[in-house]
């Protein structure tokens, strides 16, 4: 976000930048508590869920490295979504106050903002539109594609099986028999004992049309 800052711009950065660590589970910030700043994700991978008002969590977004979390706040002071740790995580959160002298001082990092929130948006969509539609054995294969690793994208992550239910909106007993299902296919390979990383070894039988 500041890879574009001017040398005069720090002047603008009164407050500390502070980095932080969380353990995978551990809340970030939760919704409709005030904010005190945005977080850059720096490591790990970030859980954005909303709550239904049937009490219900659905996982809207997962954030990595580069992505930012809680933006909205620059509008209205206060978190609209829970964040949780994911995996480890480590962020730096900067305060409200050094983004609002930055976003109203300097040009490049209003613009940088803007386009940023416009990413946060699309990302939101797409996670919905890819995810929440089609049959369970679409929705995994989909999910499974969009967790491949950045620099090897045939290594994949996945989450508790209550987790992926909130993200795909599937029952623990669908989602563990589809799993099930790609395991024997040959489609995937499970590389640890707790069943959170796989080698994805075809990937034709991912084919979701």
């Not at 970030?28 to 709550?51: C, D, H, N, P, W």
Request: aromatic share 6%.
């Amino acid at each position: 976000m500041f890879s574009e800052l001017e040398e005069s711009d720090f002047e603008f950065i009164h407050a500390p930048i502070d980095d932080l660590n969380f353990s995978a589970g551990e809340q970030v910030y939760r919704e409709g508590s005030s904010a005190l700043g945005i977080f850059t994700v720096r490591q790990g991978m970030l859980k954005i869920v909303r709550v239904s008002q049937d009490g219900r969590e659905r996982i809207v977004r997962v954030l990595r490295a580069g992505d930012v979390a809680g933006l909205e706040a620059l509008a209205n002071q206060h978190y609209d979504t829970d964040a949780y740790a994911l995996t480890d995580v480590k962020v730096c959160r900067i305060p409200l106050s050094v983004m609002d002298s930055l976003a109203s001082n300097s040009p490049k990092i209003h613009k940088s903002l803007m386009i940023k929130w416009q990413k946060t948006l699309r990302d939101a969509d797409d996670w919905l539109a890819d995810l929440n539609f089609g049959s369970a054995k679409q929705r995994l294969a989909r999910f499974v594609l969009k967790m491949r690793d950045d620099s090897d994208p045939t290594l994949t992550t996945m989450f508790p099986r209550e987790d992926m239910g909130a993200m795909l909106d599937l029952t623990l007993e669908t989602i563990s028999r589809e799993i099930t299902k790609l395991l024997n296919s040959g489609a995937l390979t499970q590389l640890d004992k707790r069943g959170r990383q796989y080698r994805i070894d075809r990937p034709d039988l991912l084919a979701t049309d």
